[in-house]
């Protein structure tokens, strides 16, 4: 899927420049010497200026769409090489039952032998 995706992709590149470089530009007589008198019989009678802008727009937008399915491809690969797993969320809290003592501002001390570490009242 990942190769259809780069063919796509190099295919509307190449097809978007030579379609940006067919267009002349606002105020510019650069389409003379590509027969601009005669578009608009070829493309109609609004000229070739609709259709062009239309399809281009168009074409950058799959070329849009194919970058983004692109990197996201790339995404995936990088994180699969690397034997990164998705990130995962943390787990809530847990309650202690444990008792806090009067006046501690420590939270409760854990029993003697559980393995975790003890804090003393006043630190």
Do not use: R, W
Request: net charge neutral; hydrophobic share 55%; aromatic share 6%.
């Amino acid at each position: 899927m990942e190769k259809l995706v780069l063919v796509v992709h190099v295919l509307v590149a190449v097809v978007m420049i030579a379609l940006i470089l067919l267009q002349q530009g606002k105020g510019a007589e650069a389409g003379a010497s590509f027969g601009a008198g005669a578009s608009g019989t070829v493309f109609g009678s609004a000229g070739s200026a609709g259709f062009l802008t239309k399809f281009t727009a168009g074409l950058a937008l799959v070329f849009f769409i194919t970058s983004l399915g692109l990197a996201v491809y790339a995404k995936n690969a990088s994180l699969a090489d690397a034997g990164v797993q998705a990130p995962v969320l943390p787990a809530a809290p847990v309650q202690s039952s444990l008792p806090t003592l009067p006046g501690s501002p420590v939270a409760p001390m854990a029993p003697a032998g559980s393995g975790l570490p003890v804090v003393p009242a006043g630190q």
